[in-house]
């Protein structure tokens, strides 16, 4: 129960000990089409560009801002937590000119600073995440492509947090290019990250096409902008073996293909607007039962992401030791946290396969038992008892 | 029966089902750390530093190249097939100076011509592929780490090919890192790419060390020299995350860290001479089955890697519709060829799971029914005789 990973749903874990196929194999190509498909409506998306980048969350970031940014332009990243961070450490080492507007940890950018701040810099590319767990804030994003567009900017979305959770809305947005990870709330493990890309982005990323010497053919032309400075991450040749030229690159990572594919299955099957209202019931239990037990949750009720909850430990109590516990003696992970916030909260998470109503309770009853343990005084059962009425609610 | 993927072993599929475990949780760096015991004899070393890079064979190559060459500095590439094409390519992104010293497909390069490039050029790295599969090709290594080290240059070698079928040697070469993959010899599937790093490359890595901001800590210290171009395949953090120091890069890819295991523990298992053996004798089995049915094999005898054949397709026989209908009849794969060889070979694995006496009689049977109704006149009966006496030799 802590922010990610989390439990896998049993489904994704039997699709992934299916024997492997061949990476041209007609079976195999199907199921790549299948997975474009299956992700588009999980996006909230048209595009047609929408695949799988062979590598946990982080590597669908580094590949979308490697093949987006050439060394010298200017990026502006969106920056409420570690991750915002994350993003301009990725640039700088693309050779990005970076530059930032930012909000304090626990708080969301106001869409009208980030139009302000693109004005002010005038990026070619403006990066932001949806949700980051480190503060547990989700970024509100409509208008933000609007702004990006008339500024000639495109928009890039890191979504790993919030994806199968909480709705993203990438045409909605007008996002050019969002990235995800299987092992948030889509229930999977790490190590496949699901991308989409609008027709302009992956324009731009074809403009930089530059197909590797031992596997050129005659019918894939190199672009004329600065080529990709990665191979492993450079898109265009990616989508180049995901299209019908079906381009040999990496041999796509099957087991971690065949997983991606169950996770997208298993929650179109719920249905997205359930998936998302179960995750808001989860962090609504998760939230009043946290305050019934005298607790006080961190950051801005208004921009909450549903599905991680920060929690600030109490004075005279032990964080670690409250969290060794809650493992030992009720097999339960929870969060610790990240920089400003190292020490000061827990993260609670309830995503994916977690995120479920005996999950919640049963978290809150142990914390409960822990934190009587440590000394902290709590009324009897308030937790369980608030979180029960609020999953109702 | 193609080059790669194969199918997965069994007991690596299952392995794969198993449920996910926090990126901390004890189990979970139990297992990290067993990982690290358990890939040390199959690369033949007692590097401390031998672990996983999340991604496939390629993203090993790339992680170890970005990690140890900045922007200018010199690398001499040992090139004889495509995947010697494949470093020249990830260097010149990374910025390096590339100098090549060359054979034709179908051969290796010669000792001694690399000592001679090696004082031509005056390389901070010598980097070569030890198995490629696209000319069937294995280098020999012996004595090239000391031709290096002599010169003052280091010497990494991939092995995604030819771990787990070939002995890997990475101290008794003195190569200071090598890369692989799952995908081939040791049975599983792509997405993993285990690798091994002796101490003087790694004090090359840690001196470029750049902890990102979100959680740098006051026990690890930022080095020196050039900051790493890649944050994901940045080693210095990811080995300060397999490390005791734990530091959170990105979140492990448990399920593939989980089939990384089983592989090493099945091939462990076996034993290593045992696995070379049984490799060795699919190979001299599937040599002999094509020769007896009147195929060339292609390549130089002395230097052929045990566990891909390269065949020449006879002339008037169309080679894709051979391979369409062993797959459509058969159900059996085999790999088609790239560049200078597209058309003219296919080629034959026999690796992993795959390389089984069963296997290839079967694969070799099937072929001579699929060219005889090609139009092909091969002796009834004769490859599969011929092979099966090859593997008792």
Known sequence: MGPGPVNAHPRVLRAMSADLLGQFDPEMTAYMNQVMALYRPIFGTRNAWTFLVDGTARAGIEAALVSLVAPGDTVLVVNFGRFGLLL????????????????????????????????RCSPSLVATVHGDTSTTMAQPLDGVGASCHAAGALLYVDATATVGGMEIAADRWDADVVTAGLQKCLGGPSGSAPITISDVAAERIFARRHVERGIRRDDIADGAAARIGSNYFDLAMVMDYWSDKRLNHHTEATTMLYGARECARVVLGEGLTACFARHAAAGRAM???????????????????????????????????????????????????????AGRIWRLGA??????????????????????????????????????????A
Chains 1, 2 share one sequence.
């Open 88 to 119: 301009t450490e990725i640039l700088e080492r693309i050779g990005a000119s970076v530059e930032t507007v930012d909000a304090p940890w626990g708080e969301v950018v106001p869409p009208e600073a980030i139009a302000a701040a693109i004005a």
């Open 287 to 341: 939230t009043a039962g946290l305050r019934a037990m005298g607790l006080i949750v961190f950051g801005d009720d208004a921009h909450r992401m549903t599905n991680v909850t920060g929690v600030h430990i109490p004075d005279g109590v032990d964080g670690e030791s409250v969290r060794g516990r809650m493992r030992d003696d009720f097999e339960i992970e929870i969060g610790t946290a990240f920089g400003p916030l």
């Open 351 to 392: 995503m994916g396969y977690n995120a479920r109503k005996h999950k919640v309770l049963l978290t809150l009853g142990a914390l409960e038992a822990v934190l009587r343990a440590e000394g902290f005084r709590t009324p009897a059962g308030a937790g369980v008892d608030a979180a029960l009425a609020a999953w109702a």
